[in-house]
């Protein structure tokens, strides 16, 4: 059995909030990394850091909607480390609006990251898992994940899918391990690109109780690592204080 931090693990979603702060973590301990994300200067810069501290760090630029790229990117780590341990399918945006809002456009854009980018993940790593027997991903979902809030109905369903489709991984393949991490809320960019009004002093209101990313990156090492024969399921992890 590989040591736990000595994996290589892939990150989306890592230019900022919990990937950044995962990548951080994690390069802290021994742990090789291939960091992704669309813009490429925060992941540059975030690599920089990583190596200079003394970690293994390497970016490439993906867009999660994109099946080409997220095979590119898996290859890009095999290139560079020989294999892959981890995949860490962190990317989603959250421009929250009521059903009557009726901004379909943000609707597609919701499903095509946070559920057809994890899909997409799944299709460019599964096969190498499958020929080494092993591998683990790790999905970032929400307590959306468990339960529908109002304005939240579409965001919540496709962190729905991300818990169906993690616990699909785990019925199906008994040597790979697959573990949902459900945050609550979370001081990030995520909800940035909220357009409806109401939904934007909502989701201020919202996060006036908050835990910080370092936080949801503590549970992603703990779950990533436990021994081969331990598979950390799913982690709920929200601020001692919310009500949600």
């Not at 591998?135 to 579409?154: D, E, K, M, R, W």
Request: hydrophobic share 45%; glycine share 10%.
């Amino acid at each position: 059995m590989k040591p736990a931090m000595e994996k290589v693990v892939l990150i989306t979603g890592a230019s900022s909030g919990i990937g950044a702060a995962t990548c951080r973590l994690l390069g802290q301990s021994g742990t090789k990394l291939v960091l992704g994300a669309r813009r490429t200067e925060p992941l540059a810069s975030l690599c920089d850091e990583i190596n200079a501290a003394g970690g293994n760090a390497i970016y490439q630029k993906v867009d999660v909607t994109d099946r080409d790229e997220m095979r590119a990117f898996g290859n890009a780590a095999i290139d560079r480390f020989g294999s892959i341990d981890v995949l860490v399918n962190n990317a989603g945006i959250m421009p929250v609006s009521p059903l009557s809002a009726l901004k379909v456009d943000e609707w597609d854009r919701m499903i095509d990251v946070n559920m057809r980018g994890v899909l997409n993940g799944v299709a460019a790593v599964l096969p190498h898992f499958i020929a080494r027997g092993t591998g683990q991903f790790v999905n970032i979902a929400s307590l959306g994940a468990h339960y529908v809030v109002p304005t939240g109905a579409v965001y919540c369903a496709t962190k729905f899918a991300v818990w169906a489709i993690t616990d699909g991984i785990r019925q199906e393949h008994k040597d790979i391990r697959a573990t949902i991490i459900s945050p609550g809320v979370v001081t990030s960019e995520l909800g940035g690109d909220i357009t409806d009004g109401a939904s934007i002093q909502a989701m201020a209101d919202f996060r006036k109780v908050a835990i910080e990313p370092d936080a949801i990156a503590r549970a992603i090492r703990f779950a990533i690592e436990q021994p081969d024969d331990v598979d950390v399921s799913e982690v709920i992890v929200r601020p001692t204080a919310s009500d949600f």
